[in-house]
């Protein structure tokens, strides 16, 4: 028999349970140098939202007879409008469970989370929230088994590759260079076409014609620094209009953060990448990640990462061509409703 509570009612017990499956992870294949994380610490971080009751934050405990915590089960529940910074790639409403943030002491212990999620899914409903995503390890296959017995499937994988220290040059049918000011209409465009192209033959759950202003918002943040540029852009050097363009950014990942237990602290970002239907197969898409690896390298930065949409044949293929291996899966299903 185990006792279900909310994970503010009993801190102690899921902080332990927390601090240990941090302490259990390892690094990837990938990524060998993760930055030492102390799992405690990590913990508390991680569990801070539901043991302050967050309102959007639905957290829950399964504990055994003499009170030591055998599950633990927590989700931020998620509303995007168009003020919201994942409007543009976001379902309007969605529970995520992120890396941590579900846990089991062994293997058994698992069938204990069924009841952990029902309390999530009571917790949702008073949201209208049906949509649920949940971040495992690609290696994780009891977890992620788990998760698929719930009717989730794979939706978006996190994947990353080495910076190499030098680029060669390559000649590239398109000219590359950072974003300007004046780029911001055709960067709209070619952002909407990818959002387009995502709702029409992808499973993701990009909107149809979306509100252009949270597009806006983000692509003029890729102009504030030409030195160390955000945003990249692909050029026709015949008719100078922009084929292609690709945003990128440096993270610094909190030392306390449970996410440091298998992802350097220090590693670069690629956002997103677009690049028109008449240019595709072309060496456009290759040319912009040629120049954001050479940006990275020149700034230190030894790894890459970013996210592609698992039914998205083109981009899958593009970038696993190009080195980069997932290191985290985001699996989604309508298993809330």
Not at 66 to 85: F, N, R
Not at 186 to 212: D, K, S
Not at 231 to 254: H, K, M, S, W, Y
């Amino acid at each position: 028999m185990v006792t279900v509570l909310p994970i503010h009612q009993a801190p102690d017990a899921a902080l332990q349970l927390v601090t240990e499956s941090i302490a259990d992870q390892h690094g990837t294949p990938l990524v060998a140098d993760t930055s030492p994380v102390d799992p405690a610490t990590a913990a508390q971080k991680l569990l801070k939202p539901y043991a302050e009751q967050t309102e959007m934050a639905s957290g829950w405990l399964a504990l055994d007879e003499g009170g030591s915590a055998v599950a633990l089960l927590g989700a931020s529940l998620v509303i995007t409008d168009e003020d919201h910074p994942g409007y543009s790639f976001l379902p309007e409403r969605f529970a995520q469970i992120g890396l941590g943030h579900a846990a089991a002491r062994d293997e058994a212990a698992i069938e204990h989370l069924d009841a952990l999620l029902q309390r999530i899914r009571d917790d949702a409903a008073a949201h209208s929230i049906s949509r649920l995503m949940v971040s495992v390890r690609p290696h994780d296959w009891i977890m992620g088994s788990f998760w698929r017995s719930h009717g989730l499937q794979p939706e978006k994988l996190m994947a990353g590759r080495r910076v190499p220290a030098e680029i060669p040059e390559s000649d590239y049918a398109v000219t590359v260079r950072p974003a300007v000011p004046e780029d911001e209409e055709q960067l709209i465009a070619l952002c909407m076409e990818e959002y387009e192209y995502h709702a029409l033959h992808t499973t993701a759950p990009h909107r149809r014609n979306q509100a252009v202003e949270p597009t806006r918002r983000y692509v003029s943040g890729g102009f504030d620094d030409v030195v160390h540029p955000r945003c990249l852009v692909a050029e026709d050097p015949d008719t100078g209009q922009l084929v292609g363009c690709l945003f990128l950014r440096i993270n610094e990942q909190p030392r306390d953060s449970a996410i440091g237990m298998f992802m350097p602290r220090r590693r670069g970002f690629i956002g997103l990448t677009s690049v028109t239907e008449s240019w595709r197969g072309r060496g456009a898409g290759s040319a912009l990640l040629s120049e954001a690896l050479r940006v990275f390298a020149d700034r230190d930065v030894p790894y890459a990462f970013l996210f592609y949409v698992e039914s998205n044949v083109l981009s899958k293929e593009f970038w696993n061509r190009r080195g980069f291996s997932p290191v985290a899966v985001d699996m989604a299903g309508e298993a809330l409703g």
